[in-house]
């Protein structure tokens, strides 16, 4: 794969982040969603197995998914 470019990293633990990027693989983008982890104290963060890459033609759904989570989690905080 071709570099990525990172769009937002959520930290879940000293040692592990969800990396959420953009990258290109044989000519076609897509969205990773993956686990990094760290040894060095976040010098270097390695890629795990732990993870899931979507098409461009999955993100409607996957924002439609995450906004119908969204109202879900509204409505129990009511």
């Known amino acids: 794969m071709a570099d990525a ?3 937002a ?7 592990e982040q969800l990396q959420i990027s953009v990258s290109e693989y044989k000519g076609r983008s897509y ?3 993956r686990i990094f982890y ?3 104290d976040g010098a270097t963060w390695l890629p795990t197995k ?5 098409s461009p033609d ?7 998914a995450i906004e119908a989570a ?3 989690f509204m409505a129990e905080a009511e």
């Open 9 to 15: 990293t959520i930290e879940r633990s000293d040692t």
């Open 58 to 64: 999955q993100l409607d759904l996957l924002t439609e």
């Open 50 to 54: 732990k993870g899931v890459t979507f």
């Open 70 to 72: 969204r109202q879900e």
């Open 31 to 33: 969205l990773n969603m």
């Open 38 to 40: 760290t040894t060095d």
């Open 5 to 7: 470019k990172i769009l």
